[in-house]
Nanobody
Framework: QVQVVESGGGLVQAGGSLRLSCAAS????????MGWFRQAPGKEREFVAA????????YYEDSVKGRFTISRDNAKNTVYLQMNSLKPEDTAVYYC?????????????????????WGQGTQVTVSS
């Protein structure tokens, strides 16, 4: 069993920044692909970002490219999501995912919203 714990959410004004952290225990952390998803009120959970086991490859949803950065520290068993230039539409509960599942289609990867383990979520609220 893997325990996943997110932290770092909060209330921020538009244009501000937040850094989310996610600590995962269990098997060797470096063997996990890690991801971040979010769910806004009344909407389905959506993919935000993912990072490969070594940290050498990253993937982003189009609306966060250039504003969000995913990174990991395998020595600390932690993955981060640095969020800059936040917008009110970024308001959501952010979830950390262990080994998120994806499909390859027509030259691109699509994350299905499934993962082996999930955290409990952390609320991010961006005020206008």
């Amino acid at each position: 069993q893997v325990q996943v714990v997110e932290s770092g959410g909060g209330l921020v004004q538009a244009g501000g920044s937040l850094r989310l952290s996610c600590a995962a225990s269990g098997r060797t952390f470096s063997s996990y692909v890690m991801g971040w998803f979010r769910q806004a009120p009344g909407k389905e959970r959506e993919f935000v970002a993912a990072i490969s086991r070594s940290g050498g490859s990253t993937y982003y949803e189009d609306s966060v490219k250039g504003r969000f950065t995913i990174s990991r520290d395998n020595a600390k068993n932690t993955v981060y999501l640095q969020m800059n230039s936040l917008k009110p539409e970024d308001t959501a509960v952010y979830y950390c995912a262990v080994d998120p599942k994806r499909l390859y289609y027509s030259g691109s990867y699509y994350y299905t919203g499934e993962a082996d383990y999930w955290g409990q979520g952390t609320q991010v609220t961006v005020s206008s």
